[in-house]
């Protein structure tokens, strides 16, 4: 994920001096990207005692649409920030490795 693609910080705040300020398609899949990518972590980190990390294998990121509707606006920015916030999700989710 590159700075552009977020529109914002490289860590997810708001954006500082000189960059855009995310749009509010993509704020809303960032918080239900992160919400779902933080459940798939947890679950993940569950499923043995070792834990397998696995955000790549994820079938959410290849969509990125779960929640979207028309009226939030493009559906190209809302899956940047689903995936965005999934994968900041995720980690928070699973944990250190």
Do not use: C, H, N
């Amino acid at each position: 994920m590159t700075r552009a693609e977020f529109g914002g910080s490289s860590d997810g705040t708001a954006p500082t001096s000189g960059e855009r300020r995310p749009t509010p398609s993509y704020q809303a899949g960032f918080a239900k990207g992160i919400v779902e990518g933080r459940d798939a972590g947890k679950a993940d980190r569950g499923l043995s005692a070792s834990g397998r990390w696995d955000l790549e294998g994820q079938q959410e990121l290849e969509q990125a649409d779960s929640g979207y509707y028309p009226g939030i606006g493009p559906r190209e920015e809302y899956q940047t920030g689903y995936r965005a916030g999934f994968r900041l999700g995720y980690k928070e989710g699973f944990g250190p490795r």
